[in-house]
């Protein structure tokens, strides 16, 4: 156990549609990255979060947003589904000490 | 852009048989290379970070090493259970956010 946790666990919508998924960071890390990781592309870097704030942006559509809490949860909003954002979706947490640890994911599936 | 190779793509041993799995990089200045695991359907599960070339970490049968161009990780005697994907990630001083830019993996198949 990471001690990153996500929920839901899985997710089925259909196209066009929006889901919420969300993270909480090990307790004391101030930093969320969001990862997305499809058959064909591997783990792709989306989004990563730094005590509520921006701190930098990877292949993330339009569609998709993102935020961090003041409890420093954080919430990956994706709207306007379609097929191909069928996916694993990972948040992950740094420590002070510069490990990165990855939550267990959610799994999305756009029908 | 940062870049990672890793190879072999998929690597089949017997139990017991020692081998190593290669991880090739291109950044512009390397703040850490991060090795993982992976299980179908699961998180990456960390196993080490190195920092600078020469450096040496080693976790029950894995032994990871760092050298200026690429990362080994020497897997010694494995078991069945050993079985999963190998993940390799670089993290790049220029990135204002830290963040890790994965190769494509190596799946071990371990048999008994």
């Known amino acids: 156990d990471s001690g990153v946790t996500q929920t839901p666990k899985h997710l089925i919508t259909a196209t066009g549609q929006r889901v919420t998924l969300r993270c909480s960071p090990r307790s004391g890390d101030l930093s969320v990255y969001w990862y997305q990781q499809s058959l064909d592309q591997g783990l792709q870097f989306l989004i990563q979060?730094?005590?509520?704030?921006?701190?930098a942006k990877g292949n993330i559509l339009e569609r998709f947003s993102a935020q961090q809490f003041p409890d420093l949860h954080s919430e990956l909003n994706l709207s306007s589904l379609e097929l191909g954002d069928s996916a694993l979706y990972f948040c992950a947490s740094s420590s002070r000490t510069g490990e990165v640890y990855f939550g267990p994911g959610t799994r999305l599936t756009v029908l | 852009e940062d870049q990672v190779t890793q190879s072999p793509e998929a690597l089949r041993l017997q139990e017991g048989e020692s081998s190593s799995l290669n991880c090739s990089y291109t950044?512009?200045?390397?703040?850490?290379l991060f090795w993982y695991r992976q299980d179908p359907g699961k998180g990456p599960e960390f196993l080490f970070t190195l920092y600078s070339a020469g450096e040496e970490k080693e976790k029950e049968r894995l032994k990871a090493t760092l050298t200026k161009k690429e990362s080994f990780l020497h897997i010694t005697a494995p078991k069945p259970e050993d079985s999963a994907t190998y993940l390799c990630a670089v993290q790049a001083l220029s990135n204002a956010g830290n963040m890790l830019t994965f190769g494509g993996g190596t799946r071990l198949m371990v048999k008994p």
């Open positions: 979060y730094y005590n509520g704030e921006e701190r």
């Open positions: 950044v512009s200045g390397l703040r850490g």
